[in-house]
């Protein structure tokens, strides 16, 4: 029996088992949360962990800071699980944008490289390598189908000189879910580095980074991993942490750095040699907190126990929001995920996220749509709630 499995046996049935989950979510007391796409709200354990901290700090400066420093150790180990990697190939990053630039500033550029991503990429997959421009690399952004995703087109975009291939696996303004394997497969193909954007997948979805064939990924750990912002992970195939030039070092990428009077530029032989200097030691003990709450629950590389969950719900609120009169934007079930894109006919999407807010819903505008992002805590209380708020305006 797999863990997930036997969390759920451990539950008694399936509903104990997501209240459960949803008990753990202080937002559900006075909100219908469905925003998580864009910041996702702490889970109960990520803000006790993130109260004790403040309170230890303020009254004993760094008395507590081994404890601090096992907690953030502790993080490390979980993103680790999260996606079958070994602890020392995770950096524990602020942004998924310093993550990419991990990768993008490492890699021994020559003029005349280039680097291939899909069109229409959060600006986090876009800016690191646009920067690389002034040092003569191409960057090709491939137009992509509005309804879809078109892997051929990426590999036709490939040759020779294709250094990266980096992409989101989920689409931020359409929730379209790539299969990164298929991408793993092409970089390989044309002999490229594959970089993957994990912020709107990992949390909810399963990724084994081993049978996949990531090679980078980042992923802050705001959004669906439920944690605070300004702490998430990176991940760097330890077979290619020498490739890659560290583009930033400090007292905390060497192997004596605690030795603060002897200086060896030894770098640790693992992604940590990333974090240079000091760590938001209280975002990523946050972070831990909610990583715990999410692995306890089932959630694993392997299991797709919250994805199943949150594809049904997206599935059935997309025939409710169609039932009502929406233009819903339509994904093929086998790529749907949490992410909900609709417009009512008549009603500036601004308005209608302002009449949900009003009713105690929060949720997103993106590309002139109105956006739903539901994660496994949510049930169909929350559902009949914006239905019902939806259900009142002149369709």
């Excluded at 990768?103 to 646009?130: C, H, K, M, Q, T």
């Excluded at 980096?166 to 497969?185: F, K, V």
């Excluded at 030691?281 to 126990?305: F, Y």
């Excluded at 109105?370 to 708020?389: M, T």
Aim: charged letters at 20%; aromatic letters at 8%; a negative charge.
């Amino acid at each position: 029996m797999n863990s997930s499995s036997s969390a759920l046996a451990r539950s008694g049935s399936t509903t104990e088992f997501w209240q459960r989950l949803r008990q753990q979510m202080p937002v559900t007391r006075d909100w219908v949360y469905l925003d998580h796409a864009a910041v996702g709200p702490l889970t109960e354990l990520a803000a006790q962990a993130i109260s004790d901290y403040v309170t230890n700090c303020s009254r004993s400066g760094d008395v507590h800071w081994p404890d601090w420093f096992a907690a953030v150790e502790q993080t490390r180990l979980s993103a680790a699980c999260l996606i079958n990697a070994f602890p020392e190939e995770i950096a524990l990053v602020h942004s998924t944008t310093e993550g990419i630039t991990f990768v993008a500033e490492g890699i021994d550029w020559r003029s005349g490289d280039n680097v291939v991503i899909p069109a229409g990429e959060f600006p986090s997959n876009v800016y690191p390598w646009l920067n690389l421009q002034s040092r003569g690399v191409e960057v090709r952004q491939v137009e992509m189908p509005e309804a879809g995703f078109d892997y051929q087109r990426l590999e036709d975009a490939c040759d020779l000189r294709t250094r990266v291939l980096s992409a989101s696996w989920i689409g931020y303004a359409n929730g379209y879910r790539t299969d990164p394997h298929i991408l793993s497969q092409i970089a390989k193909r044309v002999g490229a580095y594959f970089v993957l954007d994990a912020i709107q997948g990992l949390g909810v979805f399963p990724l084994d980074v081993k049978s996949v064939g990531v090679d980078f990924l980042s992923a802050d750990g705001h959004k669906w991993m439920l944690g605070p912002e300004g702490a998430g992970l990176a991940y760097i195939r330890r077979e290619l942490l020498d490739e890659l030039r560290p583009n930033i070092v400090g007292w905390n990428s060497v192997v004596g750095r605690y030795d603060f009077h002897n200086i060896d530029m030894q770098l640790i032989p693992a992604a940590s040699r990333y974090e240079a200097g000091s760590q938001n030691m209280v975002g990523q003990i946050g972070l831990g907190g909610s990583l715990k709450t999410l692995l306890d629950h089932g959630l694993s590389s392997t299991s797709d126990l919250f994805a199943k969950r949150i594809v049904s719900q997206a599935i059935g609120l997309k025939q409710k929001l169609q039932e009502l009169g929406a233009e819903v934007y339509s994904i093929p079930e086998e790529h749907q995920t949490g992410i909900l894109l609709f417009q009512l006919p008549g009603h500036d999407p601004m308005s209608v996220r302002e009449k949900l807010l009003a009713g105690k819903v929060v949720s997103s505008c993106r590309g002139g749509r109105n956006r739903l992002a539901i994660h496994a805590y949510n049930d169909q209380s929350d559902f009949d709630q914006v239905l019902g708020i939806l259900s009142e305006l002149d369709l």
